[in-house]
């Protein structure tokens, strides 16, 4: 398939890259080895991971590659090929900090997070290139920094549990770029399963795999390529909503602890007490924690016309309830379920901008590109990237 080619093209350019910053990878009787780490994108479930809820992701055929070699120095030598710049570097042999450029802090943050767990690494000379698209919303992010992980492990002969390789690489982000990230995106990219999406238990990380059959069903992700202007806040307001919420509960029982504990009833009867919009962000989460169970209940099921329906379900309540879609998002969903052959829609991600996730029957693939790529722009002058993915496994050591 042109993946496949796509990918060798892509696997040459890179061990091109890294002869030009680091001399030919034949002259050098050390290995060159090659590491990747896919995207993902949540088919149902969110706002749910820091409310201890299910979420539903799968790892996606856009990936992170690194090429990378061992030093004995301590030194690593990092360069992207989306970046410009001189090589960025930091020695395992030190302590690491954080700063300039900015897009290494990922890398940075989890080579120090494995020094400081005791893991004894060694230096690297790496290059990395993604198709990922950044700040797209299909966590390039978690990539980079699972692709990091592993290349560091890998080149040090060591093995990490993936789960484990994830929470370091979540600390990473934590830590090194400042955002309070959930565990949703580091797990499936580390543990994800090919040809499986994975129902992932926030609270304590236990997971379901669940068979996404390519043959009946296609998942289809339109970048909407808007993102709006936050004053930043937005995220920690919805939490701090959240949390408002599991106060008032935890009052008159202590065994509340977060909205996962929360029933729909009791909800329900708190609608006259509770502040407005408190009650409508709770009423998202509470919900969609219940949708997203339901959700991979149907996927085992085959019964993707119901699935559907409740991932547009979760596109209205994240709209209307928990306010974080946009016009260009609710745009695309309306124009894919106007596609024969479209189960169903939604926003895939934290929300005010980012992505569409569609799933539809293969037949439908061709006419929904066509059909959004003439609308799409139409209605907003921006053409979206469309993204037709099967369900990939986890990061992996490829050479
Ligand atoms: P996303 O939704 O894609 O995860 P984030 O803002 O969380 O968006 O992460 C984007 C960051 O990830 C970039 O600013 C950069 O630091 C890092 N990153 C993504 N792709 C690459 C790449 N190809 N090379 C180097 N760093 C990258
Ligand atoms: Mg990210």
């Not at 991971?49 to 539903?56: S, T």
């Not at 009833?265 to 998202?284: F, G, I, K, M, S």
């Amino acid at each position: 398939s042109s993946s496949v080619t796509d990918n060798a093209a892509r696997q040459a350019a890179l061990l091109g890259a890294f002869g030009r910053h680091f001399g030919s990878p034949t002259a050098n009787s050390r290995r060159v080895r090659i590491i990747r780490a896919p995207g993902r994108v949540n088919l149902i479930g969110e706002h749910t991971d820091y409310n201890d809820g299910f979420v539903f992701p799968m790892a996606i055929e856009p990936q992170a590659l690194i090429a990378c070699r061992s030093r004995d120095d301590g030194l690593v030598r990092l360069a992207s090929t989306a970046f410009e710049g001189p090589l960025v570097e930091f020695s395992v042999q030190r302590r690491i900090e954080s700063g300039e450029p900015g897009w290494a802090n990922y890398s940075r943050g989890v080579a120090q997070q494995l020094v400081s767990a005791g893991i004894p690494l060694c230096g690297m000379d790496a290059v990395i290139d993604s198709s990922v698209p950044v700040g797209g919303g299909l966590s390039s992010s978690a990539a980079i920094e699972v692709a990091t992980g592993l290349a560091l492990l890998t080149l040090a002969g060591l093995d990490m549990d993936p789960q484990r390789l994830a929470l370091v690489c979540q600390q990473a982000e934590h830590f090194f770029a400042g955002v309070p990230c959930g565990i949703m995106d580091q797990t499936i990219v580390a543990a994800g399963r090919a040809g499986h999406a994975m129902l992932l238990d926030c609270r304590d990380l236990s997971k379901q795999y669940i068979p996404v059959d390519g043959r009946e069903l296609q998942v289809v992700i339109i970048n909407s390529m808007v993102r709006h202007a936050l004053t930043g806040g937005e995220y920690a307001e919805r939490r701090e909503q959240c949390n408002a919420g599991v106060r008032h509960f935890n009052q008159g029982n202590p065994g509340v602890t977060t909205l996962r504990d929360v029933s729909l009833e009791t909800l329900r009867a708190a609608e006259d007490v509770l502040p407005a919009v408190v009650y409508r962000r709770c009423r998202h989460v509470v919900t969609e924690i219940a949708r997203t169970t339901r959700a991979a209940a149907l996927l085992l099921q085959n019964d993707y016309d119901e699935l559907g329906r409740l991932m547009l379900q979760s596109h209205e309540s994240l709209r209307g309830d928990f306010e974080v879609s946009t016009p260009e998002l609710d745009l695309l969903v309306a124009e894919a379920m106007t596609v024969r052959g479209v189960y169903g829609a939604r926003m895939t991600g934290a929300g005010f901008g980012g992505c569409v996730i569609a799933v539809v029957q293969p037949r439908a693939v061709e006419p929904l590109r066509h059909h959004i790529l003439k609308v799409y722009p139409e209605k907003t002058g921006v053409t979206p990237d469309i993204y037709v993915t099967t369900a990939t496994a986890g990061a992996s050591v490829l050479e």
